[in-house]
T-cell receptor, first 111, second 114 residues
Framework: TQLLEQSPQFLSIQEGENLTVYCNSS?????LQWYRQEPGEGPVLLVT?????EVKKLKRLTFQFGDARKDSSLHITAAQPGDTGLYLC???????????FGTGTSLTVIP | DADVTQTPRNRITKTGKRIMLECSQT?????MYWYRQDPGLGLRLIYY???????NKGEISDGYSVSRQAQAKFSLSLESAIPNQTALYFC??????FGLGELFFGEGSRLTVL
């Protein structure tokens, strides 16, 4: 059973378009992380959200943690080819012990 | 130089062979992890260690073993490799003294079992 479900699994868009990817669970978490993984590299942390309803912005990326702390979304405005990669959400049910990852969204931004 | 280094980066082996993947880190973190990545399945935790004397099983530990030789070194072994262990393997570190436990990953070791 997958703890975190991400959608869509694959997304291919034109440069300049907006997009949203989702991370959903039936469990409540104290915090949730988003990572981006580029081809040939390991994932790199983008953001950690900790409060229900929290919105964080990182340049053109907007992250939201659901009010009930069961889900999160990542919105990218005016996507660029450099945004191409695998986006992974992750949680740590025991606050920093094991980290569990979602299934990932593979994003391709076409120039 | 990378803070988390994995060797080898690529390995092709045959069914039944013993394989060791090694990980070393210069971040000074206590916690180290081994993950496996398969397409469509994200990253799944194999084993994790909070210090040299601590080893814990993750979601998918069957067929794998680990050794924490030092604070900076954590190796993953496949005693008798099988084809469904073909995957991309990542080592990661974290330290709860800094924030909420961000994971720092190596560049991955791609293993193919024929």
């Amino acid at each position: 059973t997958q703890l975190l479900e991400q959608s869509p699994q694959f997304l291919s868009i034109q440069e300049g378009e907006n997009l949203t990817v989702y991370c959903n669970s039936s469990s409540v978490f104290s915090s949730l992380q988003w990572y981006r993984q580029e081809p040939g590299e390991g994932p790199v942390l983008l953001v950690t959200v900790v409060t229900g309803g929290e919105v964080k912005k990182l340049k053109r990326l907007t992250f939201q943690f659901g009010d009930a702390r069961k889900d999160s979304s990542l919105h990218i405005t005016a996507a660029q080819p450099g945004d191409t990669g695998l986006y992974l959400c992750a949680v740590s049910p025991n606050t920093g012990n094991q980290f569990y990852f979602g299934t990932g969204t593979s994003l391709t931004v076409i120039p | 130089d990378a803070d988390v280094t994995q060797t080898p980066r690529n390995r092709i082996t045959k069914t039944g062979k013993r394989i060791m993947l090694e990980c070393s880190q210069t971040k000074g973190h206590d916690r180290m992890y081994w993950y496996r990545q398969d397409p469509g399945l994200g990253l799944r935790l194999i084993y994790y260690s909070f210090d040299v004397k601590d080893i814990n099983k993750g979601e998918i530990s069957d067929g794998y073993s680990v050794s924490r030789q030092a604070q900076a070194k954590f190796s993953l072994s496949l005693e008798s490799a099988i084809p469904n262990q073909t995957a991309l393997y990542f080592c990661a570190t974290s330290d709860l003294r800094f924030g909420l436990g961000e994971l720092f990953f190596g560049e991955g070791s791609r293993l193919t079992v024929l």
